[in-house]
Every structure is written in C-alpha cells, then in structure tokens.
C-alpha cells in the first residue's frame, strides 16, 4: 500500500481461489543463432550492393545519341 493511499477494506485481505482467474504468461527467447547469422548475411549483401550501386558510371555524356535521335524521330524532347 503506498503511504498516501486511502484504505478501503475491499481491496485488502484474503482472496478466495474461486475469484482468481489463471492468465497465461508472455515469453520469448529472441532470435535464434542460425536466423542472427541470416540478418548478418543479409546486411552485408546490401552493403555490398550500395557500394557497387555507387560505383556504377551512368552513359556519358547522358542522355546517348541513340536516344536523341529517336526522340527527334518521334518528336519528341528530352
């Protein structure tokens, strides 16, 4: 009971069994060893494939003169 709480009789003393109800319970155990070695596979993939994803040199000069010349054909602009 905390110090300031006001005593009220119905909120104290025994308990019949009858008036418990049983409540199941929460557990976990976190992720296994096998599913951690998984994630960290799997994050240094998309590291690998941001690092070569920075590496990739786009058509120069952009856009090409294939597609320039198509889309003057079309009349079109980019």
């Given amino acids: 009971m905390l110090h300031d ?3 009220d ?3 104290h003393g ?3 069994e009858t008036s418990l109800t049983a409540r ?3 557990h976990s155990e976190g992720p296994n060893a096998e599913a951690v070695e998984q ?3 799997d994050y ?3 590291g690998e494939f941001i690092r070569t994803m920075w590496s990739v040199k786009p058509y120069q ?3 090409p003169a ?3 010349r198509a889309a003057r054909e079309r009349g079109m602009s980019l």
Avoid: C, I, N, R
Wanted: charged share 20%.
């Fill in 5 to 7: 709480q006001v005593y």
């Fill in 9 to 11: 009789p119905k909120f």
């Fill in 14 to 16: 025994d308990v019949p």
């Fill in 24 to 26: 199941g319970s929460l």
């Fill in 39 to 41: 994630a960290k596979s």
């Fill in 44 to 46: 240094e993939t998309a």
């Fill in 61 to 63: 000069p952009w856009p």
């Fill in 66 to 68: 294939w597609l320039e």
